[in-house]
């Protein structure tokens, strides 16, 4: 079975969390009393309760020394998933095809000839759902962790919306036209060396970037090796844009709320 087909950023919360219940239930990805646990609380609004048994469980391996990846791997995940699509990365999808925030034509207006478009660590899918539907001519790789359930949910939903997933950047080997990473690099020690990565692979000429460095989330570090140096969390905002300008790219200025999702370019001055 495959995934029905729906405009992603049309739907309401309600009617996300029957869509993501529906996912879970296809291909078996979640027993039927997994899937209806998870989303029971989401409709409840109690998501809080299984983000923060996450949050709690890896900030308390994090600060005895024993960084466990195997967060990515919990159920309770799809729930940090899926609030992290409602409550953030929809709005910014929403808000790069606003003109008035980046005038005059908007950010998508600047990129919509864009033939490859890179979703760096997509979540449960939805939001190279969304990227497909915003640029209908691109095509659209969704990366993120091999044999997670998000994985196994993006491969669902290409299926439906003909995005392709990767399990890195290294594996899609073409230049990109647009990246977009929303909560994904603060998920890497060293994310500026990660950034690196990412533009020699794919040599993007849009990046938007929605980082949150600093902030307490599951996977998120206290501190981050920079060029072999210990950096505070909420320092490392300034030297990865630093990074991006060493790197040929201008940050080009927006009236999005807070900053996000940054925008920087080669592409256009």
Request: net charge neutral; aromatic share 12%; charged share 20%.
């Amino acid at each position: 079975m495959t995934a029905p087909y729906v405009n992603m950023l049309s739907l309401t919360a309600k009617e996300s969390i029957s869509y993501l219940r529906l996912l879970l239930g296809t291909d078996n990805i979640l027993s039927d009393h997994e899937a209806n646990e998870i989303c029971d609380a989401l409709r409840k609004n109690n998501a809080e309760e299984q983000r923060q048994e996450i949050e709690d469980a890896w900030y308390k391996n994090l600060r005895s020394g024993n960084t466990d990846y195997g967060i990515y791997e919990s159920n309770s995940y799809i729930a940090e998933g899926w609030y992290c699509w409602h409550t953030y990365s929809r709005k910014y999808l929403q808000q790069i095809q606003k003109p008035n925030l980046c005038a005059p034509i908007g950010i998508v207006g600047r990129t919509k000839s864009s033939e490859v478009v890179v979703d760096l660590g997509n979540g449960i899918g939805f939001t190279s759902v969304a990227l497909s539907q915003i640029y209908p001519a691109a095509q659209v790789y969704g990366t993120n962790v091999a044999g997670s359930n998000q994985y196994k949910l993006g491969t669902l939903l290409s299926k439906t919306f003909g995005f392709q997933m990767c399990e890195s950047e290294k594996d899609i080997g073409v230049q990109a036209d647009v990246v977009f990473a929303s909560e994904y690099f603060e998920h890497f020690h060293n994310p500026i060396e990660h950034l690196d990565q990412v533009v020699k692979a794919l040599n993007p000429k849009n990046m938007l970037f929605a980082n949150t460095f600093g902030g307490d989330a599951s996977g998120h570090f206290d501190s981050y090796e920079i060029s072999g140096t210990t950096v505070a969390g909420k320092s490392v905002g300034r030297l990865f844009g630093k990074a991006l300008t060493s790197m040929g790219y201008t940050k080009v200025k927006t009236k999005m709320w807070n900053n996000r999702p940054s925008y920087y370019t080669k592409e256009f001055k």
